[in-house]
């Protein structure tokens, strides 16, 4: 545990290194959330006020929020490990005596916690310069809006090792990367809100991994699921999500690693 504390620590503090990238973050994620709220404004105009279930308000809360979640969750891909394994490079991981899985999970919480500290912070805080925001009402939704967002952190984690694993077999995965990507934006809440599908669309979109990591997490935060029950029905299906893609990347992990011994890596 000391061991992958200090991996989660140093992830943290190299992350923190990159001041420029982390401003030039900040300001897409604030531009794209306002360029978003506008657009959802109008459509809520259009609407009547109301669409989905969700005011102006509701709507431009959404906005800024999933933009703030960008980078935490790795909603736009972290390819280092794929890297790693196109040059080489893994075998030094597959020799440290630690669990791989577990060495990314722990540099990946480094990250993570950065980014949404200094990249996913100031967005919403400059987004309520602006507009009125849907704020949490009590201390418990705070509460569950935290862990929702741990998970929606961990599913990303799990998913993107996923997808990194696949470079043992193509060798350059930024396709399935891309493509991951591409149907996160859609299914997750990143282009907009699910609960403007129709209702077919909304119950698939649900049902996958992707809003685990970002229409859920926003919900939560808005407080959206307003009962105990319906709340802990959200970090019930993130925490399934997570547990089923860990499985999953364990699973790829050792069919991969029987592949660099077949090969003689």
């Not at 969750?73 to 577990?102: K, S």
């Not at 129709?198 to 990591?213: D, I, N, V």
Request: charged share 15%.
């Amino acid at each position: 545990m000391r061991l992958l504390w200090e991996v989660a620590r140093r992830s943290f503090r190299r992350w923190s290194t990159y001041r420029m990238a982390t401003a030039a973050g900040v300001v897409t994620n604030t531009v794209f959330g306002y360029l978003r709220a506008y657009i959802l404004i109008a459509v809520a105009v259009a609407g009547g006020g109301r669409v989905g279930g969700w005011d102006e308000a509701t709507l431009v809360t959404f906005s800024f929020l999933t933009q703030g979640l960008i980078a935490g969750t790795g909603a736009m891909g972290e390819p280092e490990l794929a890297e790693r394994v196109r040059t080489g490079d893994v075998v030094v991981d597959l020799y440290r005596p630690v669990d791989i899985q577990a060495w990314w999970l722990a540099s990946w919480v480094g990250r993570s916690v950065f980014n949404l500290l200094a990249r996913g912070v100031p967005p919403v805080l400059l987004g309520a310069v602006v507009f009125d925001l849907v704020l949490p009402p009590d201390a418990a939704t705070w509460a569950a809006f935290v862990a929702s967002v741990a998970l929606a952190s961990g599913v990303g984690f799990a998913l993107r090792f996923c997808t990194n694993l696949t470079a043992f077999w193509l060798l350059d995965n930024r396709g399935v990367d891309q493509l991951i990507t591409l149907v996160l934006g859609f299914f997750g809440g990143l282009l907009l809100p699910v609960v403007l599908f129709p209702a077919w669309l909304e119950e698939l979109a649900r049902s996958l991994p992707f809003a685990a990591m970002v229409q859920y997490p926003a919900e939560v935060f808005m407080g959206r699921h307003d009962t105990f029950s319906g709340t802990l029905g959200v970090l019930a299906a993130q925490a399934g999500w997570l547990a089923v893609l860990i499985v999953g990347g364990r699973m790829l992990l050792g069919a991969a690693t029987r592949k660099v011994v077949i090969q003689g890596g």
